[in-house]
């Protein structure tokens, strides 16, 4: 399966907030337990392609047709833990992955131990193996770990304090991008590491700054594909701390911010502008995503047309959506995944529930899909997850459940949680809103 390749722009005060937050992670960091991420100096040039049969980059996923990898939390017995598993479509079926024989899974002496890391991210690699991205619980410190592709023999490829995202791979280099805090500001940048072990090097620097944010939305060949967005250095004034809701809006409403998807050659760092456009504070002007070479965009809060561009060969399209429903008020809009050909659309309505389509993109046709589940008190569409071709893996549901977990000084406390639950549905049912849904077997609560 793949990773979902969108972004979701979002407002100029969240920007600002994420910009903050990011920050801080890096500026409360302890000791670091690798050189922090410092470019070379103005105007050096990203290093030349290693090699070319490094082959075509490859956006990090968490499985494949067969299945993908989740987190298991064990929140029963002395010691609440988490645990790697993964998940088996054609079963219907998610399992621990350990190669010890006879195990109880609750000591790090379980090949699928993850300890209190309940926020582990695993990634299946272009070769096949297993990268576990695991954060130290009540640290800034992070590790990237390589390991089969069942979980065993994991070696530690990289370890820090500094905030990364680990973004794609191929059959040579994982790429990351590393958040650093140097003279009081935070540094966006990326690195690549050599998947046979060494230090990362960097390739360029990437947009950041105050009310700036900006990611890795997708990939083609050699090149990443790259959202930003900058809202200027305007602040609110002091006052503004004090403002009504109505205030902010009209504030916001003032403000204009700029907005650029580029493809960026990782190895000599060349850049391609695919698209560009402002928008006003309260709005990101457009969703987009990316998706099988294209790149999609549709008005973010309008129930607009849909513009297609050809990333390899930069051209675009218009296409205009057959709405089969209008809405008083589209208050923003998310392109979540790609389901049996069709572009799913979401918009969340004045009433802040959210409505789907299943969009065509050749054609503009949509139909609207009612498979729904209550989300903090708003109907939301089912997620997607995973893709098979013919079944897709979904969150279906959202269950309150009494647990046991660790409170914030570290002792375990009873506690009441909304637990994920999954199944498989055929894209068929699915694009025809039939709730056909086999529910997953686990004996764990898992996160995905």
């Known amino acids: 399966m793949k990773r979902p390749e969108y972004a979701r722009p979002i407002p100029r005060r969240a920007a600002a907030l994420a910009a903050a937050l990011a920050l801080a992670l890096c500026a409360c960091a302890p000791g670091q337990t690798s050189a922090p991420g410092s ?73 699928a131990w993850l300890g209190q890391s309940a926020a582990a991210l695993a990634y299946s690699l272009p070769d096949g193996r297993l990268l576990l991205h695991r954060p130290e619980p009540g640290s800034t410190v992070s590790a990237l770990l390589l390991a089969n592709a069942d979980g065993s023999d994991p070696a530690e490829l990289f370890c820090t304090a500094d905030v990364i995202r680990a973004d794609m791979a191929d059959s040579q280099w994982l790429y990351i991008e590393r958040y650093a805090a140097e003279d009081d500001a935070a540094q966006n940048a990326l690195y690549r590491l050599p998947l046979d072990g060494g230090e990362p090097e960097w390739l360029m620097d990437l947009e950041m700054g105050q009310n700036t944010s900006a990611g890795v939305i997708g990939c083609l060949g050699r090149e990443l594909i790259y959202y930003s967005f900058d809202w200027g250095d305007d602040t609110a004034p002091p006052e503004a701390m004090n403002w009504t809701a109505e205030e902010w809006e009209a504030w916001d409403a003032s403000q204009t ?101 299943a969009v065509d993109p050749a054609t503009g046709d949509a139909a609207e899909l009612t498979l729904k589940m209550l989300s903090n008190g708003h109907l939301i569409g089912i997620q997607v997850l995973g893709d098979s071709g013919a079944d897709l893996l979904v969150c279906f549901e959202i269950r309150m459940m009494d647990i046991t977990d660790y409170s914030p000084d570290g002792t375990l406390t009873p506690a009441t949680r909304g637990v994920s639950q999954y199944a498989l549905i055929s ?17 764990h609560p898992l996160t995905m």
């Not at 047709?65 to 939390?73: S, V």
């Open 427 to 443: 894209t068929e049912d699915f694009l025809a809103s039939r709730p056909g849904y086999r529910t997953l077997q686990t004996d």
């Open 257 to 357: 911010g700029t907005h650029k998807v580029e493809a960026i050659n990782v190895d000599t760092g060349a850049r391609r502008q695919l698209a560009a456009w402002t928008s006003h504070g309260g709005s990101a002007g457009y969703a987009c995503a990316v998706f099988d070479g294209m790149l999609y965009r549709t008005p973010d809060n309008a129930q607009g047309d849909l513009l297609v561009t050809d990333i390899a060969s930069g051209s675009e399209r218009t296409v205009k959506i057959q709405w089969p429903f209008a809405l008083e008020q589209a208050r923003w809009t998310e392109l979540p995944a790609m389901a049996g050909g069709k572009l799913l659309v979401d918009v969340w309505g004045p009433d802040s529930n959210e409505y789907r389509i």
């Open 39 to 111: 470019s070379p100096a103005a105007g050096a040039e990203s290093p030349a392609a290693a090699d070319p049969a490094a082959g075509e980059l490859q956006l990090l996923s968490p499985g494949n047709e067969q299945g993908r990898y989740a987190i298991g939390y064990a929140g029963s017995g002395p010691q609440p833990h988490s645990l790697l598993c993964w998940v088996d479509y054609a079963a219907a079926a998610a399992a621990i992955l350990c190669s010890q024989p006879n195990c109880t899974h609750d000591s790090d002496a379980c090949t």
